[in-house]
C-alpha cells in the first residue's frame, strides 16, 4: 500500500482510539483537555528508500542523511523534502553512519566496509575494505584528534584519519558481537557487546586496558554525559553512571531491577536509548517506558512506565529540552512535557520552573504519594547513590557497593510527565528520531519512510516572512516600472520641446494626424532619449538619420536592470540631464499633462516598425520587463523536472504554465535554468 494511504487510514483510525486502564494496573494515557495545543501537525513524507530505515543524521541546518537496510543513504533537504543525493555503493545494510567532517559523511556496512563520502557532489571519495572481517556496527569520533574509529562483529577495533587511512588498530578482548562504542575525551575507548561486561581500551598504546563487569546482560547503549562521567545501559534495565578518569569507576546505579525476565522470557526493562537532556539530566527508555535521572545526584526526577504499547526504542527533546519525544515498536509518536516545577532545561544551580507555555493547564506540583515511593524504590530494586557521607559506601569515584546510599533520604519528588500529543503517520515500528532544530524532528521507521515533523506556527511564519518579502520586492518593481514610464515620456516630451504640445492639441482637435515628420524647432541634432535623460547621437560620434514619419522621433534606451542607485546617476554609470524622480514631477503642470499622457500612450502602443527604434527596455512580447523573482520552490520544481525527470525546457514551461504560474514567472524561471 502506499505510504501516504497508509498515513491517512492510520490517522483515521487514530481518532476513533480510546484507551482505558486495564485491571493488572497499567495505565492508559489520555491526552490533557486542559493543556497547551500541540503544534507539531505538520508533516513531509520522505520516501526514498525500499528496506527498513534504521539510521538518521542530521548533517546541518538543511540536510539530514538516512540508512537503510538497501544498502543505500540518502541525503535530504529538511526544508523542502527533496532528496539531495542517493549513496548506492554499498551491497548490503547499512548499518552506521558519522559526520567525521563538515561535508564528510563515513558509513559502515554489514558488507564489511567502510565508505567516506563527500556530500557536496555525493561521490565516494575513499572505500575501507578487506580489513573488518564482519558487520562494521559502530563508527565513533575521536574529538581530540581529526581521527574516527570503526568496530563490528570481528575482533578489532581500527583507528582511521579523515581519509580513511589506517592510523592503529586494536584487539578485542571479548569475542560477542559489539553493540556500541564510546571514545572519551582522555584517550579511552569504551565498547559495549553482547557480553555483560565493558571493556576499556587506550587510544595511546592501541591495547586493552580493563573490563567492567557491573550488568547482568548484554549493554546495549552508552552516553556521554560530560568530559569526565559517561553513563551505560544494559538489556536487563540496569543504567550506571561513570567516573572517566585515570580509574574509570562507577558513581550511580541509577536503575537496577531484580526481576528483569518474565515468565514468557521477555526483557521487560531493556534499556534501548540514553539521551543527555539539559546540563546535568539522563533520559533512559526503560522497557515500554521512560525516565528521567538527575546525573548530579542519581535521583528519578520523572517516571512514565507505560508511556506505549510496546517498548520505546528512541527519545529526543524539543523546545529547547522542555518537551519530550518518545517513539516506539508500536508505531506511534507522543510528545511528553513536565508538569510544573520540573525543568530539565534549567542550568546547574537555576531555576526549576517550568515556562508558563508548557504548563498553562493550572496543575499544581504533584504531591508524592505511596505509589510514587513503590515506583521510586521497589520497582526499580537496588538503587544506589554513591554518597562522600556515607560510612557504609566507598567515596565517589573510589570504588563500588552493592549497598544502597543512605545519606540522602530527602529525595525529590517523582513527576509524572504529561501527555501533550500524539502523532501517527508511520505504519510499523519507529527506529531513531533525531532533532532538526528545537521545533521540528525527523523519524525513521519499519515501513521505509522517513518523516519530518515541523511546528505549524513556525513554519507558517516563515512562509508569512517569504511571502511578505515577495510582495514587497514585487511592489517595488511595480513601482519602478511606473517611475520608468513616467521618466522616458516626461524626458521624451522635453527632447521634442514645446512644439510637441501644439501638435498634440492640434491632433486633440480632429486636425493633422500625428504621422507627420517633424524636427524640433531650434535643435539641429537628432536626439536620443534614454531612461536616464537625454544624449546626443553627435555625442557619441553615431551619425545623424532622418526622423522616420512613422512615429515622428527617435527614442532610444537601454533595457533597466536595476533602479539608479541614486537620482541623477543612470544604470550604466553615465551622469544623467534628466533626473528620475516621482511621475509628478514629471507632469509638467497642467498644460502639458495632455502631451505627456499622449506621449506615455503613444510609446506603450506604437509597435517597431521599419527604420524606426522603439527601445523603452521592452520585451519582444511588447512588456516593460522588470527583475522578477522566482521563488525557490518554483525554480527547485523546475530543476527537478529538467535532471530528475529529463524533461525538455518546451515540457517544463508547459507544465508551469498548467500549474497556474504566470508568464511573467514561467519565462523568468526558464531563463534561470538555461543559465544554469
Known sequence: MNPFKRFLQRLTSSQTK??????????????ADQRATNNINEIRILSGHSDIVRGLVQLDERRCASASD??????????????????????????????IAPGVLATGSADRTVRIWDL????????????HQGSVKCLAKINHKDWFCSGGNDRHIFVWNNNGELQGKIERQEEENMNCLLVLDDGHIITGSNSSILYVYSLDSY????????HRESVRTLASLSADRFASGSL?????????????????RLNFPEQYIN?????????????KVGESYLAACIGNGFKVYDTRTGDCVMDCQNAHNANVLSITSLYFDTVLVTSSADTSIRLWSARQGLNLSAPVGGATNTPPHMHATGVSSPQKSSKDQSRTSGSTGNKMQLS?????????????????????????????????????????????????????????????????????????????????????????????NDQLLAATAAAASAAVGDDFDDDIAEENRGGETFNSPYRPRGRSRAHTVGVTGLRSQEDEGSEQRAVPPETGFKVFGARPTEPPSSPGVSSGGEESMSPLTSPESHSGGPSRNRSVENLHNLLISSPSQSGSTLRLGMSPAGRVPVQVRVPDYIFDNAVFMLREQDMSIEQIREELRQGGNSDTIVDATIQKLLNL
Not at 480510546?18 to 491526552?31: A, E, L, M, T, V
Not at 534495565?237 to 550511580?252: C, D, Y
Not at 531493556?270 to 539521551?275: Q, T
Request: glycine fraction near 6%; aromatic fraction near 10%.
Open 70 to 99: 538497501d544498502g543505500s543513504v540518502v541525503i535530504w533537504d529538511t526544508t523542502t523534502g527533496r532528496k539531495l543525493h542517493t549513496l548506492k555503493e554499498h551491497s548490503l545494510c547499512v548499518t552506521c553512519m558519522l559526520q
Open 263 to 275: 515468565q514468557d522470557h521477555i526483557y521487560m526493562y531493556s534499556v534501548n536509548c540514553l539521551l
Open 207 to 214: 591495547s586493552y586496558v580493563k573490563c567492567l563487569a557491573y
Open 18 to 31: 480510546s484507551s482505558d486502564n486495564d485491571n493488572d494496573g497499567s495505565r492508559g494515557w489520555s491526552i
Open 388 to 480: 562522600r557521607s556515607s560510612p557504609d559506601v566507598p567515596k565517589e569515584g573510589s570504588g563500588y557497593s552493592s549497598r544502597p546510599g543512605t545519606a540522602n533520604n530527602q529525595r525529590r519528588f517523582v513527576y509524572q510527565p504529561m501527555l501533550i500529543g500524539e502523532l501517527w503517520g508511520h505504519c510499523d515500528q519507529v527506529n531513531m528520531l533525531v532533532p532538526l532544530s528545537p521545533f521540528s524532528f525527523a523519524s525513521a521507521s519499519h515501513d521505509s519512510t522517513v518523516m519530518i515533523w515541523n511546528d505549524g506556527r513556525i513554519e507558517a511564519d516563515k512562509r508569512s516572512e517569504i511571502a511578505y518579502a515577495s510582495l514587497a520586492q514585487f511592489k517595488a518593481q511595480c513601482e519602478w
Open 120 to 131: 557536496d557532489s555525493g561521490t565516494c571519495k575513499s572505500v575501507i575494505k578487506d580489513y
Open 236 to 252: 536487563d534495565g540496569s543504567i550506571l553512571v561513570w567516573h572517566a578518569g585515570q580509574e574509570i569507576l562507577p558513581v550511580f
